[in-house]
């Protein structure tokens, strides 16, 4: 039988690719790999042996020029060495072929400055928002509670009913569109999929630290119209089981951390779909 097959890229500054892989495996992809950026572009990886691309977090080019904006360039001009094609080509082959991209942290703003989200009427490769520096204007390091969207068409989320609890660890997540058009598409086509809340899970809040960034109307998660493209700056894949959490040895948990969900949902819509 044919192989849900997950790749999570590495190199110029990621730091959660054991995590991610991890989640993957846990989550019931049959083959995950973690590949460096270097691999692919010699083409000795291709995109195309796998269903579900993640792009991890970390300080990719050590956040110069603004978190994931040299590996933006590089992921949109690049050229594969012995391939007669850019690596954008892989990409753009990737999406249309109905596979998934999940983008956490420097991933999400790695995908946002690419225009890979939040790519309204699929207007790929063409920026409409951007993550930028915290309102607080330090580096956050907390837990925060993430209200979900149960009419977005995210295929990451089926099954969240009320919303998840998961770190968040940034500089720059302060999500920003290019107008109010944007914006309006975003919420009219449900595409906010997360967005920071309290503990009840009930609104959304500008109110910090609970928003910790102050991103436009609190988004945490986007993605696009498919729901197949994601992007968040929490990180799922940092609590996958319960002593993951900050409270584990004083509060009854149970043994399955929020962020698997959500891994288990891409491998069940690649086993669907994909195979
Ligand atoms: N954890 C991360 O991926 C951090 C992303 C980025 N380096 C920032 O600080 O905003």
Not at 19 to 42: K, N, P
Not at 256 to 270: C, I, K, Q, S
């Amino acid at each position: 039988m044919a192989k849900a097959r997950a790749i999570v890229i590495t190199g110029n500054g990621t730091n959660c690719e054991m995590e991610a892989a991890h989640a993957c495996r846990l989550g019931g992809f049959d083959e995950t790999v973690i590949a460096h950026i270097s691999d692919i572009l010699t083409g000795e990886v291709r995109l195309d042996e796998f269903h579900f691309l993640n792009l991890t977090g970390g300080f990719l080019d050590g956040d110069d020029l603004g978190s994931a904006k040299a590996q933006a360039n590089r992921f949109r001009y690049a050229r594969i060495n012995d391939l007669k094609e850019h690596l954008i080509d892989q990409i753009m082959r990737f999406i249309d072929a109905g596979k998934l991209i999940l983008g956490v942290c420097n991933g999400f703003q790695l995908m946002t400055k690419m225009g890979l989200l939040p790519a309204i009427d699929g207007a790929y490769l063409t920026q409409t928002a951007t993550l930028t520096f915290n309102d607080c204007g330090r580096f956050q390091d907390r837990w925060v509670y993430l209200k979900v969207d149960p009419a977005s068409p995210s295929i990451y989320t089926r099954g969240v009913d009320r919303g998840l609890y998961l770190p968040i660890r940034h500089g720059e997540g302060k999500f920003v569109v290019d107008g109010p058009a944007t914006l309006a598409a975003i919420e009219g086509k449900h595409l906010a999929v997360f967005t920071y809340s309290d503990a009840t899970y009930s609104a959304p809040t500008m109110e910090f630290p609970l928003n910790p960034n102050g991103s436009v109307n609190a988004i945490a998660a986007v993605c696009n119209e498919s729901g197949r493209l994601m992007g968040m700056m929490p990180h799922p894949e940092a609590f996958l089981h319960r002593t993951n959490h900050p409270r584990w040895t004083r509060e009854e948990l149970p043994e399955e951390g929020d962020g698997l969900v959500l891994f288990r949902n891409a491998a069940a819509y690649v086993k669907a779909n994909l195979l």
